[in-house]
């Protein structure tokens, strides 16, 4: 699902043609074709903490030079010249 969300496709029945179509694919995930039907049974069976981890690393990744740089709030004083 990671390739799938990187290349941006957009439904299930895109991937199983996708991966139909992919020489690449049948290496990796060593069969020729699926069917859409066989990717939704997959996908039940992994568990929902594990997309979780997936999207929030990523997001604790943008987060961490934003925490880094001061903000008003962390500033002691502002002075306001005109």
Same mark, same amino acid.
């Given at each position: 699902?990671?390739?799938?969300?990187?290349?941006e496709?957009?439904?299930?029945?895109?991937?199983?043609?996708?991966?139909?179509?992919?020489?690449?694919l049948?290496?990796e995930?060593?069969?020729?074709?699926?069917? /859409?039907?066989q990717? %939704? *049974?997959? $996908?039940?069976?992994?568990s929902?903490?594990?997309?979780?981890?997936?999207?929030?690393?990523?997001?604790?990744?943008?987060?961490?030079?934003?925490q880094a740089?001061p /903000?008003?709030e962390? %500033? *002691?004083? $502002?002075?306001?010249?005109d």
């Open positions: 699902m990671i390739f799938a969300q990187i290349n496709i957009d439904s299930l029945t895109t991937m199983a043609k996708h991966v139909k179509d992919t020489k690449e049948h290496t995930l060593e069969f020729d074709a699926i069917s /859409t039907s990717l %939704s *049974r997959k $996908l039940k069976h992994l929902p903490s594990l997309f979780e981890t997936i999207f929030h690393y990523p997001v604790q990744m943008i987060q961490r030079p934003l740089t /903000t008003v962390q %500033s *002691r004083r $502002l002075h306001i010249i």
